[in-house]
Every structure is written in structure tokens, then in C-alpha cells.
């Protein structure tokens, strides 16, 4: 298997401009998570769907933020309008469901700089 | 609300030392704990997951314990190599949710 693939790697915009990144949880897989991490805040959970349903979005800075799961191979994360403080690297994971409570597994990050 | 500390923030041993990267979370209502390895510039590795109910994991020449109790988690690398540099990361999962909390991590530099 891949592993979890996010796209782009690395994304520069300006302040204002709406920015999607792209996340390929790996095959199988139940739960799909968002985390960010910054120098100030280090990693935190944004988002998490389960079976492609939101459950968790207490993470979500404010409403310029917003996740989607159309299906099970693929979710986005979207910033409308973005801002300098929205610099981050932004990384996906996934993990199978079950009791106990499986391993996350991390994609490479999206690094965003929002100038 | 979980809070998961991390000492020391960084550390710096000549090759071939062995060595321990502490845990602590405030929340002892855990389904597990896990450690990460991040490289600069790079994703996150999983090095090793400690159900509630264990209370150490192996993998090679890295050994986490869990002490649920009072709230601590040690990972201990054997016989430390240049190519273990990295941060570690420790977090956790709470009973009823499923997102990891982490700590801030401690930056490894193993000196040749």
C-alpha cells in the first residue's frame, strides 16, 4: 500500500485566496484525521470523520475552515479566504476502526505559507 | 481537557549511549499511547502503540512503558545511533474519542 497520500506538498497564496489541500486515506481504512502543527501549538486535531461522516470538529479554528468526505478514498480541507496565520503543515491520517483503538498512520504533510 | 508534557525538550548524547525521553499526561483515561518519530521536514513514524491495559512495548532496540496510574510514559533507546536523531512524539487517545492528543516533543541529536 501507498500509505496516506496528501497533495500538494508544499503551497504558497497570498492572504485571501482559497486554498484546498487533498488527503488519500490508505485502503481500508475507517477513520480519516486532520492535524496541524505549528511552532506555537505543535500537532492539534482539526477535524476527524468516521465511515466518511464527521464526528469531531471541535479543532476547526473558525468558519473559514471546512472539511469534506465525499467518499472513502478521498477528503479535502479547505480555507476561504486564507490567512498569514494559517501557516502550517498540515498532515492527514488514517486508521482502521475497531476495539482497541488502532495506529494512526500519518501522510507526508501539506506546508502552507500564506504570505 | 488531556495535556501531554514532554521532558526534555531536546537532548544530546554521543553515539552508542543509552537513553530515556519521558511522557506525562494529565488525563489517566487512556484507550493507548503512542510514539512517533519525526524527521525535519517530514511526516510522522509510528514507533510504537501501548494498549491501556499493557504496560510495555519492544520493538527492536526501542522499549515504552506505560504507567497508567500516575500518568507517565518512558521510551528508552538502547545503544543510540546518529541515524536516531529526530523528534519523538508522544500522545494519546482518550476514552470515547478517537484523535491522538500530543505532546511537544523532545528533539534527539545522537553525536557520531
Known amino acids: 500500500d501507498a500509505g496516506v497520500i496528501q497533495s500538494p506538498r508544499h503551497e504558497v497564496t497570498e492572504m485571501g485566496q482559497e486554498v484546498t489541500l487533498r488527503c488519500k486515506p490508505i485502503?481500508?481504512?475507517?477513520?480519516l484525521f486532520w492535524y496541524r502543527q505549528t511552532m506555537m501549538r505543535g500537532l492539534e486535531l482539526l477535524i476527524y470523520f468516521n465511515n466518511n461522516v464527521p464526528i469531531d470538529d471541535s479543532g476547526m479554528p473558525e468558519d473559514r475552515f471546512s472539511a469534506k468526505m465525499p467518499n472513502a478514498s478521498f477528503s479535502t480541507l479547505k480555507i476561504q479566504p486564507s490567512e498569514p496565520r494559517d501557516s502550517a503543515v498540515y498532515f492527514c491520517?488514517?486508521?482502521?476502526?475497531?476495539?482497541?483503538?488502532?495506529?494512526?498512520?500519518f501522510g507526508p504533510g501539506t506546508r502552507l505559507t500564506v504570505l | 481537557k488531556q495535556e501531554v508534557t514532554q521532558i526534555p525538550a531536546a537532548l544530546s548524547v554521543p553515539e552508542g549511549e543509552n537513553l530515556v525521553l519521558n511522557c506525562s499526561f494529565t488525563?489517566?483515561?487512556?484507550?493507548?499511547l503512542q510514539w512517533f518519530r519525526q524527521d525535519p521536514g517530514k511526516g510522522l513514524t509510528s514507533l510504537l502503540l501501548?494498549?491501556?491495559?499493557?504496560r510495555e512495548q519492544t520493538s527492536g532496540r526501542l522499549n515504552a512503558s506505560l504507567d497508567k496510574s500516575s500518568g507517565r510514559s518512558t521510551l528508552y533507546i538502547a545503544a543510540s545511533q546518529p541515524g536516531d536523531s529526530a523528534t519523538y512524539l508522544c500522545?494519546?487517545?482518550?476514552?470515547?474519542?478517537?484523535?491522538?492528543?500530543f505532546g511537544s516533543g523532545t528533539r534527539l541529536q545522537v553525536q557520531p
Open positions: 485502503s481500508g481504512h475507517d477513520y
Open positions: 500522545a494519546v487517545i482518550n476514552t470515547g474519542r478517537r484523535a491522538l492528543t
Open positions: 501501548i494498549q491501556s491495559s499493557q
Open positions: 488525563d489517566s483515561a487512556i484507550y493507548n
Open positions: 491520517a488514517s486508521s482502521l476502526g475497531g476495539n482497541p483503538v488502532d495506529t494512526q498512520y
